[in-house]
């Protein structure tokens, strides 16, 4: 095993414990409804943030380093699949086995989180077919409208899934110190990805509210259209099953 899968497999299994200790902890909280104009005023808000993008690709660029090559180089581990695998399968089969459904929830949330972040990503690549960095440098508004295949860079997909799950271990945890240790983990990643000429400023900033409203629609705290979250229900035998529910 390479130093970096061990690197990844050893996150996975902190998150995973911090779950597991902060779930079974967890209580009901009050939620909030998405408004219609809430997603146009993120969106507007990303869009003006374009005129910093070419500045702050330059400034990072100019200055690289050594120390700072390698601190990038552990920061693009955090969004690999070995540490969600580690962090939402073993919640989830551990929930399982001990009869404790808001550890399973949790896991689940982990993996949820993930996919319905990555499926508002991979439709965003496809939509805007943004150049990266490294191959338009001097270009930050280079858009190849429905062309994502060749020109992936808006949204990052990495700042997606590491803030969908800083986001849900954060939720879960809810604690200030495991909080702002798995805020600046997610930070550190999406910094990478800019420091590293593979996105632009914007790709992260809309990647980091992909992953945030992820993790916060499959968990509950946000609501839309009355959808509640996936609730795990455990049955005799450690039979598990998935349940629904729409408030009209």
Same mark, same amino acid.
């Given at each position: 095993? &390479?130093?970096?899968?061990?690197?990844?497999?050893?996150?996975?299994?902190?998150?995973?414990?911090? $779950?597991?200790?902060?779930?079974?902890?967890?209580?009901?909280?009050?939620?909030?409804?998405?408004?219609?104009?809430?997603?146009?005023?993120?969106?507007?808000?990303?869009?003006?943030?374009?005129?910093?993008?070419?500045?702050?690709?330059?400034?990072?660029?100019?200055?690289?380093?050594? &120390?700072?090559?390698?601190?990038?180089?552990?920061?693009?581990?955090?969004?690999?699949?070995?540490?969600?695998?580690?962090?939402?399968?073993?919640?989830?089969?551990?929930?399982?086995?001990?009869?404790?459904?808001?550890?399973?929830?949790?896991?689940?949330?982990?993996?949820?989180?993930?996919?319905?972040?990555?499926?508002?990503?991979?439709?965003?690549?496809?939509?805007?077919?943004?150049?990266?960095?490294?191959?338009?440098?001097?270009?930050?508004?280079?858009?190849?409208?429905?062309?994502?295949?060749?020109?992936?860079?808006?949204?990052?997909?990495?700042?997606?899934?590491?803030?969908?799950?800083?986001? &849900?271990? $954060?939720?879960?945890?809810?604690?200030?110190?495991?909080?702002?240790?798995?805020?600046?983990?997610?930070?550190?990643?999406?910094?990478?990805?800019?420091?590293?000429?593979?996105?632009?400023?914007?790709?992260?900033?809309?990647?980091?509210?992909?992953?945030?409203? $992820?993790?916060?629609?499959?968990?509950?705290?946000?609501?839309?259209?009355?959808?509640?979250?996936? &609730?795990?229900?455990?049955?005799?035998?450690?039979?598990?099953?998935?349940?629904?529910?729409?408030?009209?």
């Amino acid at each position: 095993m &390479t130093n970096h899968k061990l690197q990844r497999l050893v996150l996975g299994t902190m998150l995973f414990c911090v $779950a597991m200790s902060s779930a079974l902890a967890c209580q009901s909280r009050e939620y909030a409804a998405i408004k219609w104009w809430h997603p146009v005023v993120a969106s507007l808000g990303v869009a003006a943030l374009v005129v910093v993008d070419q500045p702050i690709h330059d400034f990072w660029q100019d200055n690289r380093s050594g &120390t700072l090559d390698d601190i990038s180089d552990v920061a693009k581990q955090f969004k690999e699949p070995e540490v969600f695998i580690a962090a939402g399968s073993g919640a989830m089969a551990l929930g399982l086995m001990l009869d404790e459904p808001v550890v399973a929830q949790t896991g689940l949330q982990i993996v949820a989180a993930y996919g319905l972040s990555s499926g508002m990503m991979i439709a965003t690549k496809w939509l805007f077919g943004r150049s990266r960095p490294s191959d338009t440098p001097d270009d930050h508004i280079q858009f190849d409208w429905f062309d994502g295949d060749e020109n992936s860079s808006f949204p990052s997909g990495s700042a997606a899934v590491v803030f969908s799950l800083a986001t &849900t271990v $954060a939720d879960a945890a809810d604690n200030n110190v495991v909080s702002v240790a798995l805020y600046g983990g997610a930070v550190l990643n999406s910094w990478s990805r800019v420091y590293g000429n593979r996105h632009w400023f914007t790709d992260v900033a809309l990647g980091t509210l992909y992953g945030v409203a $992820a993790a916060k629609l499959v968990n509950g705290r946000w609501r839309l259209f009355g959808l509640r979250p996936p &609730t795990v229900i455990v049955g005799p035998a450690g039979r598990a099953s998935l349940r629904y529910q729409v408030d009209f």
